[in-house]
């Protein structure tokens, strides 16, 4: 079974920075898409950024300019540099992928459980 889990989630104030990490391990062939979303109380879950396994990069408006999604895939491990960060980015930000896993005929999707940013004014 494929697991993903992030760090780095912390209370910051306004216009600081942190640097998310999320390493998938488990039995894998390859990892394909990988990203960030977040979910603030009592909002749906929205997209941060995505990154394919060519390094083609995608980002929720919100955040383009101000965040940086990377991967290297000698470790696993999926990043999110945020800069200037405000209050409304404070959220739950879950790590997301799409593993190819021997024996599957597709890939399949995977959650981590989240790590709380929090911002404050």
């Known amino acids: 079974q494929v697991q993903l889990v992030e760090s780095g989630g912390a209370l910051v104030q306004a216009g600081g920075s942190l640097r998310l990490s999320c390493a998938a391990s488990g039995i894998m062939f390859s990892i394909d898409a990988m990203g960030w979303y977040r979910q603030a109380p009592g909002m749906q879950r929205e997209l941060v950024a995505t990154?394919?396994?060519?390094?083609?990069?995608n980002y929720a408006n919100s955040v383009r300019d101000r965040f940086t999604i990377s991967r290297d895939n000698a470790k696993n491990t999926v990043y999110l540099q945020m800069n200037n960060l405000r209050p409304e980015d404070t959220a739950v930000y879950y790590c997301?992928?799409?593993?190819?896993?021997?024996?599957?005929?597709?890939?399949?999707?995977?959650w981590g459980k989240g790590t709380l940013v929090t911002v404050s004014s």
């Open positions: 997301n992928a799409d593993v190819k896993v021997l024996g599957r005929p597709s890939a399949m999707n995977y």
């Open positions: 990154i394919t396994n060519g390094g083609i990069t």
